[in-house]
């Protein structure tokens, strides 16, 4: 099946700085989902973004699926963007609805 | 509008007990997930539901899980003989009718499920 890669593992940033996450998936996908797990466990969905850059806020996403990579952006970071950011594909093909996630990006905000 | 509920959110239980866990999809969703969030495993699809569809059973670890959706809305995941590799969190989604060019999923908050 497909692999989805992300790095790095952790992150600490003080809050007010800037990072990317980065997605790395080894075959052609038509679905690019990038999610906020929070202290309680709810995944919270940010981007679906299978191609393109799109922008919400701090967060911003790109997609390049022609390289197979997807990037995170957080801007001005805050403590309430700590949590675990994962993300998920899904493979062109007949299965083309089982999402594949990630291990995940660990990030911790320092105030 | 309301978002994908599961119940219970946490259950406790004995091995060899038999337990069942909710899911109500996102109302209008035709298509129903359940994925498996372990601390070996990480998250793994279980089981996909779409309309009246057969449904992809694919992903269950064992016969002694099973699942099945009534009405084409509520979802019913049962585990039999519980064993405590079966302690995970359960992590239902939804997503409106599925289509190559569109088909975002939506999570539930998850059922805690420990197996003593």
């Known amino acids: 099946g497909i692999q989805v890669e992300q790095s790095p593992p952790d992150l600490i940033l003080q809050e007010g700085a800037n990072s990317t996450l980065r997605c790395n998936f080894s075959?052609?996908?038509?679905?690019l989902q990038w999610f906020h797990q929070n202290p309680w466990g709810q995944l919270i969905n940010l981007f679906y973004i299978p191609s393109g850059t799109k922008q919400n806020g701090r967060l911003s996403a790109t997609t390049v699926a022609t390289e197979r990579y997807s990037l995170l952006y957080i801007s001005s970071s805050q403590t309430t963007d700590s949590g675990v950011y994962f993300c998920?594909?899904?493979?062109?093909?007949?299965?083309?609805?089982?999402?594949?996630f990630g291990a995940g990006t660990t990030v911790t905000v320092r105030a | 509008g309301a978002g994908v509920s599961q119940s219970p959110s946490n259950k406790v239980t004995e091995k060899g007990k038999d337990v069942e866990l909710r899911c109500d999809p996102i109302s209008g969703h035709t298509a129903l997930y359940w994925y498996r969030q372990s601390l070996g495993q990480g998250l793994e699809f279980l089981i996909y539901f779409q309309g009246n569809s057969a449904p992809d059973k694919s992903g269950l670890p064992s016969d002694r899980f099973s699942a099945e959706r009534t009405g084409g809305s509520v979802s019913t995941l049962t585990i039999q003989r519980t064993q405590q590799e079966d302690s995970a969190v359960y992590l239902c989604?939804?997503?409106?009718?599925?289509?190559?060019?569109?088909?975002?999923?939506?999570f539930g908050p998850g059922t805690r499920l420990t197996v003593l």
């Open positions: 075959d052609s996908v038509n679905n």
């Open positions: 989604a939804s997503s409106f009718q599925r289509t190559i060019s569109y088909n975002e999923q939506f």
């Open positions: 998920a594909v899904t493979a062109l093909g007949n299965n083309d609805y089982k999402l594949s």
